[in-house]
């Protein structure tokens, strides 16, 4: 009865390599995001999707690119991964774009050799 | 720049007192705000918020204070308890929340049995 979940938890891959991370919420909610937290610990907003619509692209390299093929899910598409992706990526939803309060998942942690 | 700070990393407080966490904001904008507690390896949980036409906000043990004019809020927790032991962290964000949240860069709190 997980509300947000996020698959893998854990993902370690090669520079260079192309992956992605899947998010999916059973909440009904309209609005998702994904935040990454650095190793400086800052949780920063990276995108958010309203009914699968893009609504917010913060100052993200377009090698970054989500994917949101139904309002329950928001995956998030990495290519060409460099040192500096090496991160936790965590998803979150709230009600609406206008929501006061989101929920978060579980996170996964990238780790790029 | 950061909008939100919490100045303290880590905070140890003995089980029963109250634990006592700040934050402090730049953003005149800012017009709600949310405490998010994190233990290790989950993601954040929303714990209590406020918005800015309020000055104080009870939820059980915990109580969240906003000083508008000093650009300041805590977040009171009484009493403390060994399962508070977490990382705090505080968020805001303006016009609904379309923009994302804003997170300080969080406080570690220690409940000393």
């Known amino acids: 009865d997980t509300a947000v979940s996020q698959t893998p938890k854990y993902l370690v891959t090669q520079m260079g390599n192309d992956k992605s991370i899947k998010c999916e919420q059973n909440?009904?909610?309209?609005?998702m995001y994904w935040y990454k937290q650095d190793s400086k610990k800052f949780l920063k907003i990276m995108f958010s999707?309203?009914?699968?619509?893009?609504?917010i692209n913060e100052t993200v390299p377009n090698r970054f690119s989500p994917k949101s093929p139904d309002k329950a899910h928001l995956n998030l598409h990495i290519n060409s991964l460099e040192l500096g992706d090496s991160a936790v990526y965590f998803c979150a939803s709230s009600q609406a774009v206008a929501a006061d309060t989101q929920y978060f998942g579980p996170g996964t942690r990238l780790t790029v050799l | 720049d950061q909008q939100v700070k919490q100045n303290s990393p880590s905070l140890s407080v003995q089980e029963g007192r109250i634990s006592i966490l700040n934050c402090d904001y730049t953003?005149?904008?800012?017009?709600?705000f949310l405490w998010y507690k994190k233990y290790p390896a989950e993601g954040p949980t929303f714990l209590i918020s406020i918005s800015s036409i309020k000055d104080k906000n009870e939820d059980g043990r915990f109580t969240v204070f906003l000083n508008k004019s000093a650009k300041h809020l805590s977040l009171h927790i009484v009493p403390s308890q060994p399962g508070d032991s977490a990382v705090y962290f505080c968020?805001?964000?303006?016009?609904?929340?379309?923009?994302?949240?804003?997170f300080g860069k969080g406080t570690h709190l220690i409940i000393q049995p």
């Open positions: 953003n005149s904008m800012f017009d709600y």
């Open positions: 968020a805001s964000h303006s016009g609904g929340g379309a923009d994302g949240l804003t």
């Open positions: 909440l009904g909610h309209d609005t």
């Open positions: 999707y309203n009914n699968k619509e893009l609504i």
